[in-house]
């Protein structure tokens, strides 16, 4: 299609703001139209599609293909004007963009929408509200819960490492637009949040000593820390509540190593049994990768999932717009879902999920007591052991157990994706688990839990839990992991404290996965109270962890119980394929 460009579009919102859009649009006739709408400047190359690596279908590639495509900076960002709220405008600005384009006289009527991360947040904002001409949505990285989906952990920890991140990203975008514009000429306030963040503790105190007064940029880091708890403030932002509105169908993209993995496979299952109608909920369709937030290359230092690790995004986005811009069917039966399984390094198709003919099957601990480190004596174990035992750990918020690898932002290696863990398990303070060598294959594909019966000395202090593929080589890759926050163990909005030295069941959510344990190699549990700066750390007080400095902090005893009438035990889908 031969298509005219043009740059820094405006369109009015409801309330007089104006938005501004790169277009390409066809140069004469009507197309239907694929929109992104962002914050983080449309005029960046990443934005295109066109690096190797992106995540995102290729401008070039939807243009070839027919498609008119709009990219328009949200409110307050880059050429929009407006204050930058997260979230907060997205609904009626996506309406009001959908307006203005049924006034162009290139747009046949139709429109689907596309983008990673935020992006995606951006597309929930229309697919939830009534928005005539939408007919497909394609969410990547990106999932519907802005709490447990994103800013917080399903077990109820701070995103620390995303956190201060993206509102250190967001805010030097701001400050950067404020000066380009006139609006300030203070170009110190950049550097002081930088340095800020260096040692955010407390963390309450990080935008006041950098200067950011909290109001419009910034403000929202406030409003998060204020709201640990699963309460109102969080509750109005949850749109998966609202998928039962969805119509259209999604189709979803993501990597067993970004941090969106559980909230987009969960958000897939409610479209799948909840969305508002059956178009949406049989033809809504997922793509998992052994990517992370920001590539699809496979390749990480520690590992490399093979020439195969990447796919043709480009080709599936087209196929899936085809479909429901323009009434082409697919020339083959498409799978609901297309998923890369780790081990045996291949892209499989499946028709669900989670898979049909899962079998959650648990794998008990168990010890003589001294599972402390890769050397000890944990074992994980198919039959409950009928002895009682225990292991113990000292958890000291001074002395954190440093992320090693995982599902998390930034992308930095070493930090995120599957990395050794022998940088790690030989702390004391990680507990770790493991089968024999295996003899025989054993796929694990689905959600993955960890049922354990903890106490401590502390009123409150975390559990996190990480699975992890031992290899013959000694090789120890995470596969994936999750934290719990014990005064979460009832329920995110309704925080309890624990009495000291008294023992509780508990379920750590570890996330999702897709891994063949291969033969020779072994199945391992590791177990500990801290994970960071990927989460914020327990301070072991039970008190309001964002305004305590490291001062405040106490050394926690943790035990994990395991035998006898405390069956403590790792829960894994096992597949049979």
């Known amino acids: 299609?031969?298509?005219?460009?043009?740059?820094?579009?405006?369109?009015?919102?409801?309330?007089?703001?104006?938005?501004?859009?790169?277009?390409?649009?066809?140069?004469?006739?009507?197309?239907?139209?694929?929109?992104?709408?962002?914050?983080?400047?449309?005029?960046?190359?990443?934005?295109?599609?066109d690096e190797p690596a992106s995540l995102l279908p290729s401008v070039t590639v939807l243009l070839e293909a027919g498609y008119a495509v709009v990219h328009q900076d949200v409110r307050g960002t880059f050429a929009s004007d407006g204050v930058f709220r997260p979230k907060l405008n997205e609904i009626s600005d996506g309406q009001d963009t959908l307006a203005w384009l049924a006034e162009q006289d290139w747009y046949d009527g139709t429109v689907g929408t596309y983008g990673a991360s935020y992006m995606g947040m951006?597309?929930?904002?229309?697919?939830?509200?009534?928005?005539?001409?939408?007919?497909?949505?394609?969410?990547?990285?990106?999932?519907?819960?802005?709490?447990?989906?994103?800013?917080?952990?399903?077990?109820?920890?701070?995103?620390?490492?995303?956190?201060?991140?993206w509102t250190a990203l967001m805010s030097f975008n701001t400050e950067q637009r404020a000066l380009e514009r006139g609006e300030t000429s203070d170009t110190s306030r950049m550097m002081r949040f930088g340095g800020a963040l260096q040692d955010p503790l407390p963390l309450n105190d990080t935008l006041p000593v950098a200067g950011i007064p909290l109001v419009g940029q910034g403000q929202w880091f406030?409003?998060?820390?204020?709201?640990?708890?699963?309460?109102?403030?969080?509750?109005?932002?949850?749109?998966?509540?609202?998928?039962?509105?969805?119509?259209v169908p999604?189709?979803?993209?993501?990597?067993?190593?970004?941090?969106?993995?559980?909230?987009?496979?969960?958000d897939f299952v409610q479209m799948r049994t909840q969305a508002g109608s059956e178009q949406a909920r049989d033809h809504t369709r997922m793509i998992i990768g052994p990517w992370d937030h920001e590539n699809r290359t496979g390749r990480y230092p520690d590992r490399n999932f093979g020439p195969h690790a990447s796919a043709d995004l480009d080709a599936e986005h087209v196929a899936f717009y085809d479909q429901w811009l323009r009434g082409r069917p697919a020339e083959a039966p498409v799978p609901r879902v297309r998923l890369f399984v780790m081990g045996v390094d291949e892209w499989r198709d499946e028709q669900d999920w989670p898979l049909p003919g899962t079998r959650y099957t648990d794998y008990h601990l168990h010890s003589a007591g001294s599972a402390n480190t890769s050397a000890g004596d944990g074992v994980l174990q198919i039959g409950a052991s009928a002895a009682e035992s225990s292991d113990v750990f000292r958890y000291d918020p001074r002395d954190p157990v440093p992320t090693t690898g995982g599902a998390l932002l930034p992308t930095v290696p070493g930090l995120v994706g599957p990395v050794d863990q022998r940088a790690v398990?030989?702390?004391?303070?990680?507990?770790?688990?493991?089968?024999?060598?295996?003899?025989?294959?054993?796929?694990?594909?689905?959600?993955?839990?960890?049922?354990?019966?903890?106490?401590?000395?502390?009123?409150?202090?975390?559990?996190?839990?990480?699975l992890v593929d031992v290899f013959p080589d000694g090789r120890a890759i995470n596969v994936c992991d999750g934290i719990l926050r014990l005064r979460y163990r009832h329920d995110?909005?309704?925080?309890?404290?624990?009495?000291?030295?008294?023992?509780?069941?508990?379920?750590?959510?570890?996330?999702?996965?897709?891994?063949?344990?291969?033969?020779?190699?072994?199945?391992?549990?590791?177990?500990?109270?801290?994970?960071?700066?990927?989460?914020?750390?327990?301070?072991?007080?039970?008190?309001?962890?964002?305004?305590?400095?490291?001062?405040?902090?106490?050394?926690?005893?943790?035990?994990?119980?395991?035998?006898?009438?405390?069956?403590?035990?790792?829960?894994?889908?096992?597949?049979?394929?």
């Open 1 to 49: 299609m031969k298509h005219v460009f043009e740059r820094d579009v405006p369109m009015l919102a409801r309330d007089g703001v104006t938005l501004r859009a790169n277009v390409w649009r066809p140069v004469e006739g009507k197309a239907p139209t694929l929109l992104m709408r962002l914050p983080y400047g449309k005029h960046q190359d990443a934005f295109t599609g």
């Open 122 to 165: 951006t597309q929930w904002a229309l697919a939830i509200a009534d928005n005539p001409g939408l007919k497909a949505i394609a969410p990547s990285v990106a999932a519907a819960n802005w709490y447990t989906g994103l800013w917080y952990s399903p077990g109820g920890a701070l995103s620390l490492s995303l956190v201060t991140m």
């Open 222 to 247: 406030d409003d998060w820390l204020a709201h640990p708890d699963h309460d109102d403030y969080w509750a109005a932002q949850d749109w998966t509540t609202s998928i039962t509105a969805v119509t």
């Open 250 to 266: 999604a189709l979803f993209s993501t990597g067993w190593y970004d941090l969106k993995i559980p909230g987009t496979a969960i």
């Open 425 to 466: 398990d030989g702390r004391d303070d990680v507990l770790c688990y493991a089968t024999p060598v295996l003899t025989e294959p054993v796929e694990v594909t689905g959600f993955v839990n960890l049922e354990v019966f903890v106490s401590s000395t502390a009123v409150d202090t975390d559990i996190t839990a990480k």
């Open 492 to 577: 995110l909005s309704r925080p309890e404290l624990m009495t000291p030295g008294e023992v509780y069941e508990v379920t750590v959510p570890m996330a999702v996965t897709s891994n063949v344990f291969l033969p020779g190699h072994r199945i391992r549990l590791d177990v500990s109270s801290s994970n960071f700066p990927h989460y914020d750390r327990n301070s072991n007080t039970g008190g309001v962890i964002s305004s305590e400095a490291l001062d405040d902090m106490v050394v926690a005893e943790n035990t994990v119980h395991h035998g006898g009438a405390r069956p403590s035990r790792l829960v894994l889908p096992l597949i049979n394929r």
